[in-house]
């Protein structure tokens, strides 16, 4: 097993564990702590799969603003942070639900080649002119969806809206 | 240049996205509800990314793009999700979304 499976497998296995940790701990501070864990964790696979933009974009986006966001969330609607959720039971749906979905993977990952396949990097340039070039109008129509977004939440959270 | 199994990540996306589900449909708080959402979609870009970087050409390229903008929408629609939650506590002065439901018959 090469430097970079076994890099992949520990990267792996912190990320489930951070992911299924953010959901079922107690306190929602400790759930922010590890999901911000986690999309470092999924910016170093990126790092690993030789897209170093996307790397630093995850760390800048969802390790930096999503958190920040998220804690602001729960900083201004709770009146003490430190605060523990209910303790809420799986229901019988949600875990056939993940049951069959678990199934589902191991019989598709079963079918897959089992040999390893060259990763191949990407010159940020050419990603750049894919971006700006080919894919320009999509772009364009993120940051209306964007601003929209952002106009609709300023319009949820104005004051004087009941 | 890094060689990798591609059956690993296939199976670390679906595993992603199996838990997120369990969140989406156990949590109760509208929070930890958007955090699942949010891993569910980490474990689709995911996807984008290494079967961009596992294929040639082109392909591979707009796999990285799209990617690029699916972190934007998520980022966009954690800060709508953020809007409602200041919404819901204003109105109900509680994030559980057991409670939110005005529009129910």
Redesign the interface.
Known sequence: MSIEELAFLALAVVALVTAVAALLVRELVHTILWIGVFFVDLSAIYFLLEAPFLGVLQLGVYAGAVTVLLLFGIMVTRKRIFSREAATGIGAVPFALAAVTFIFAVAAVGELPQTSQPVRAYDPTLLSENLFGTNGPWLLLLGLIMMAAVAGSIYLVREGRE | ????????????S??????????I?????F??I???I??AM?ATI?NF??F?????G?G???G??????L??????????G??????L?R?KGT?NVAQATDLKL
Do not use: K
């Not at chain 2, 972190?71 to 954690?78: H, N």
């Open positions: 240049m890094t060689d990798l199994p591609i059956v690993g990540f296939v199976g670390l679906t595993a992603l996205l199996a838990v997120g589900l369990f969140g449909l156990t949590r109760r708080n929070i930890l958007l955090i699942a949010e891993i980490n995911l990314v290494y961009g970087a596992f294929s040639g082109a591979g390229l707009s990285q793009a799209i990617a690029v903008v972190i934007g929408f998520a980022a966009t629609e954690v800060a709508v953020l809007a409602i939650v200041l919404a506590n109105l994030i």
